[in-house]
């Protein structure tokens, strides 16, 4: 095993956990570690159109685990008022993560309603909604990145 193989682990690994915790990068994590090894390699196993599939995957996952707030909070009825609320606390609770990040859009996006003048009942239930959405789109995110790691670990290894 070669330093870059033990540096391309240690990426792909901070990639998974990066997927669930949101201080690392998850998917740019794994897609790092596979362009050095492309690069380490001279783009054997890994080339260029294998990491635009890579590059695919990790857009897909930081873009579902970020909408997936704003979508739950919409689907669970909230006004646009409750969908800044909850873009607004998820950029608050990033500050205290983990939990921030669950509880940021729930608070955000029932004082949005609130000020709104909606009701307290369906308030809660819009805050609700943007938290289930976020952990909805951490679940998503990990699941790309479970893939990312899988299909370079399949590619390298037919290689």
Known sequence: MTIVDVVVAILMLAG???????????APLIFAGALLY????????????????????GVLAWALEHVAGVVGARRAGGSRAAVVGATL???VGVMVA???LLLGPLIGAIAGELLAGRAPGPSVRTGVGAALGV???V???FALA???????V??????
């Open 16 to 26: 998974l956990v990066g997927a669930i915790l949101p201080f690392l990068p998850g």
């Open 146 to 152: 479970l893939v990312m790691v899988a299909l370079f």
């Open 38 to 57: 492309a690069l380490a390699t001279d783009f054997t196993p890994i080339g260029a159109g294998r990491l635009a599939i890579l590059a695919a995957l």
């Open 89 to 91: 606390g998820l950029l």
């Open 154 to 159: 399949w590619w390298v290894w037919q290689g």
């Open 135 to 137: 952990l909805t789109g």
């Open 98 to 100: 983990p939990i921030g």
């Open 139 to 141: 679940v998503a995110h």
